[in-house]
Every structure is written in structure tokens, then in C-alpha cells.
């Protein structure tokens, strides 16, 4: 292109943000608005998070290794960043998901209790779709100066990159973005085709062209987080306390913090620790966040059960990633070789070395060697073994064992309850328990204010947004009580069970529990 005096016009870099903005909410509202299925998706995924919450819920073993694949959409070769910098980023997502992050110890001592490790890493995609060996980075050139969060940049098309299935990696779109916009992602039970998150080139990694406030790789933590179904800290309700992020020990604020806010920071009659402004879902500086809580622990593994049960597999936490495998060599030699190299190897041995090296070796084994050698080992087993040894084996099992004793095993399981025999742990409840009641087919209220700090006891629901009303709170309150206390009570029968402790009356009983818990589930639900 050019000006209107005829002169090649130089692209200009757009200045980077100073203050953190988040595109995700937008794109939820559009997706509501827009696709159909969404909102049921949504409604599941969110169902599924709520009973996590409510019951023991232990999610993957281990770790869960999630493959990502970058793509690089670049106008200008600022925005093509280097490997090196994608690299820093993955390193990054590490440190924080696994509550590695060097920071981590400047987390205020009233939510120290409260830092969790996600048991989520990352990794460079090794394989592309076809099976093929990758860096796991894609590179497209486009004439688009800048993008919007109305996911553009995530197909050809439109000037992006199309994505790699939704299904087998997380999908990092990397680019220059418009509007003061940081990133933005997709929740789970979206398209496919647009799944993923995208962010501003210069906030992308701690090298290269990552800028300050926003040049330690957290903004790609924060939207991961999103990708993984955790909602902005402040519940999204503007500047008000009747929000919620629908996670119990995140307490309640008025909205969201910028900059690095001094601790505490009291906002809806929170004190005396005020906001967890140094939460990873937070609008701070890169250098502010620095946690992620139990509670959004819990939801993530929830995203990785349900939603997103299809990407990443499951490691011993800490085991190394394995490295890439080995591109295929040049064809051809570069064209630079000198043809003569040959001539540089020397024709002839060091004459320095013994003509006659080999008569050093011996000759002959070491004289001292026994002839016989041999003769020391036994001939024949030890004539003390009985030779009847099988005759000292029982042919008959006791004869004090009852005959029936298989009567006293109960037939038949409860009919409603699924006994996971692969899970190595024997406290939790029949499987049953946690499956979703039919009834529950719209998304849950949060229960409770958060670690006890004040607050509204009941949020608005994710996707409806209608708060409930003070009787319904009192209710809601009652019932997950109880629920809490049957939960025990299940997880007791279980054990029992595991011991083989349970007579027919107490298999009665557990029956009776099993579907009194369902019940007052099924009543949260409606």
C-alpha cells in the first residue's frame, strides 16, 4: 500500500494495553445469542461442576498432560513471534497450573491455606492431526491488520488459521488484536470449530515481544482458566456483590481489580482479608496474579470429567515430557560446503603410535587360574530334600468350613447403584449418587458466601441470571446441609461394603440412603 504522495506505507505496530481487558464474556453472550445447543451445553457442563462441589470428587489421577498447538497469525514480523517465545509461554502455563510459579510465596498469608496445584500441565503438540511429526506452532501471514473477539483469527477464510480438532488440542491463537483487547476465550460446550483461545501478541510469554504490564505469560493463564470453565472472580455482575464465580472459597467482591492493588482490599463488606485480588481470574497486572483456589480446582477437573474429557491423558504428576521426535533430515547437503573437505583429514596414523601395540596384549589366560574350576560346582540337588515334597500339600480344604457358606453373600447389588471396580478408592459413594438428576436441567445456584466471609449466600446462575430469592436461599441452605451430612453417611456404607462388613440389613439400609440423597438432590435441582 501506499500514501497519497506515492510512498510505501511502513505497518505501525498498535501500542499495547495498559489495562487488562477480557473478550470471553462477550463471546458467551454471542454464543448464547447464536448456536444452538449452546446453552443446554452450557447448563450440563455447569450441572456437572455444581455436584462436583457438593460431593467427594476426586477427578483424573495424577496429572493431565494436555497437547497445545500455537498458531502464529502475523501481519508484521513483530507479531511472528519466535519459538523461543512460544516456548517461554508454555513454560509459563507450567509453573502456574502446578503451583510452581517463583511468586508464589507473595500471596497474603490469610489465602495462603487456599493456593492449590490444578494437576493440569502442557505441552507443544508432537503429532499434528495426520499423524505427522510437529513443533506444534503453525504460521500464517495475513492482510488483516487487527482482530476482534468474533473469532476471525480462527479461520482461513477470514484471514486466520483454521484449528486443529477441539477434541485432541488445545488451540492457542496468537495475534495482533484490536481495541485494547488482552485475549479472550471459549467456555466448554462450544463450537468445535471455534474452541480455543486467542491472545495479544505482545502478551504472550515473558520474551520477545511480551510487554510490560502484561509481559509474564499470565494473560494466557487467565484465559486458559476460562477454556477450563472458571468465570471471572467477581461473578461478572458489573460493579455489584450479588455476582458469583460459583466457587465457595473465592469471596464475594464488587468487581473487578486493576494495576497491583494493596492488601487487603475490602469491597461487599468482606473484610477484614478483602478481595483475592491476587487470583489468576482477576483484570490485575501480570506481576499481582499469582493463585488459583481449591474451589477452581475442583471445577477444572470437573471440565476435564465431562466437557472436555476427550483432551489430555493422564500422567504421574512431574514426569518428564517426552521430546519431540526428530524431523526428517535435509535432502541435500548445504550448498556452502567447500567440495574439497575430503582433503582435510590427515592420510596417515600419528607416528607417535607403537608398531607393535598388539604385543602388549596377553598371550595366555593368568597362570594362576584353578584348572579345575569347574569341579567346585554341584553335581546333584541336596540328597536332604524330601523326595514326597507334594505329599505335605492338603489334598482336602477344612473340613469346619461351612457348605453354604456362599448363602450368606447378597445375590444382588442394589439395583441402583454402579460400583466402578477400576477406581482405587473404596470411600466413595455408589456412582449413582453423583449422576445427574433428571429433574436438574437447569444450571445451579452457589451455595454459600465463600470461606465465611460476608457475602450474598446465593449467586445468579451462569447462563439464566435470575437470583433467588431469600426463602428459596433458606431452602437451598437447609438442603445442601442435609445432602452434606447423607454424603457422609454413603461414603461410610462404601467402606463397609469394600471390608465385605455389610449383612443383609445393611445393604437394606444403604439402599435407603442411596435414595434419600437422590432425592434431596433432585429437590436442589428444581
Known sequence: MADAKGRAEVPQEIEPPQK???GTMAVHDRLLRSVPGYREARDSSENHAWRASLAPFMGRTGCTRIPVVVHVVYKTDAQNISDSQIKSQIDVLNA?????????????????????????????????????????????????VSFTDDDGVKSAATGGADPWPADRYLNIWVCQLGGGLLGYAQFPGGPAATDGVVILHSAFGNIGTAAAPFNLGRTATHEVGHWLNLRHIWGDDGTGCSGSDFVADTPNQAGPNYGKPGFPSVTCSNGPNGDMFMNYMDYVDDAAMIMFTEGQVTRMQAALDSARSSIGTSVPCGAPVPKPPVKDLPKDLPKDLPKEVHKEFPKDLPKDLPKDLHKEWPKDLPKDLPKDLHKDFPKDPPKDLPKDLHKDFPKDPPKDLPKDLHKDWS???????VIDQKSPFTDLPPKSVLDPPKALSEPPIEIGGGIGLPGPALGMPFVLGTPASAAQRVVTQQAAALAASYNQLLAQFARLYAQGSLDASGMAAWREATAAYQQIIGSLGT
Not at 495462603?112 to 500441565?121: G, H, K, L, N, S
Not at 445375590?411 to 447403584?417: G, Q, V, Y
Open 20 to 22: 487488562r481487558t477480557c
Open 411 to 417: 445375590k444382588d447389588l442394589p439395583k441402583d447403584l
Open 96 to 144: 502456574d497450573y502446578r503451583k510452581k510459579n517463583a511468586d508464589v510465596g507473595a500471596v497474603p498469608a490469610a489465602f495462603q491455606p487456599f493456593v492449590a496445584d490444578t494437576r493440569i500441565e502442557f505441552e507443544l503438540a508432537a503429532t499434528d492431526p495426520a499423524g505427522a511429526a510437529t513443533n506444534g506452532i503453525t504460521r500464517t501471514q495475513t492482510a488483516k
